[in-house]
């Protein structure tokens, strides 16, 4: 079984910074890509940045400039550093790993717990 474990989350001032961190573990082979996402109260889970094993990135429009994400495929890690943080930032994000192949067979894709960002003075 896969699993992706997040940390990083918490409550801070407009303007300041956090940084997300995911950590894939099981009998993995292979990912073609990892990603965050965030969902805000009442509203739909949205992508924030996404980076496949060949090091292509998108961000979402309202994150460009401010957050930059990071992969090491050795460790099946991902991360996400977020500057200059505001108010609609706040949200739960979550951890995503797309197209995982197990050592077993199979492929699937699969989603962290989440972590709580509150960005609030």
């Known amino acids: 079984q896969v699993q992706l474990v997040e940390s990083g989350g918490g409550l801070v001032q407009p303007g300041g910074s956090l940084r997300l961190s995911c950590a894939a573990s099981g009998s993995i082979f292979s990912m073609s890509a990892m990603g965050w996402y965030r969902q805000a109260p009442g509203k739909q889970r949205e992508l924030v940045a996404r980076?496949?094993?060949?090091?292509?990135?998108n961000y979402a429009d309202s994150v460009k400039g401010r957050f930059t994400i990071s992969r090491d495929n050795a460790k099946n890690t991902v991360s996400l550093q977020m500057n200059s943080l505001k108010p609609e930032d706040t949200a739960v994000y979550y951890c995503?790993?797309?197209?995982?192949?197990?050592?077993?067979?199979?492929?699937?894709?699969?989603w962290g717990q989440g972590t709580q960002v509150t960005v609030s003075s």
């Open positions: 995503k790993a797309d197209g995982v192949r197990v050592v077993t067979g199979g492929r699937a894709d699969y």
């Open positions: 980076i496949t094993s060949g090091g292509s990135i």
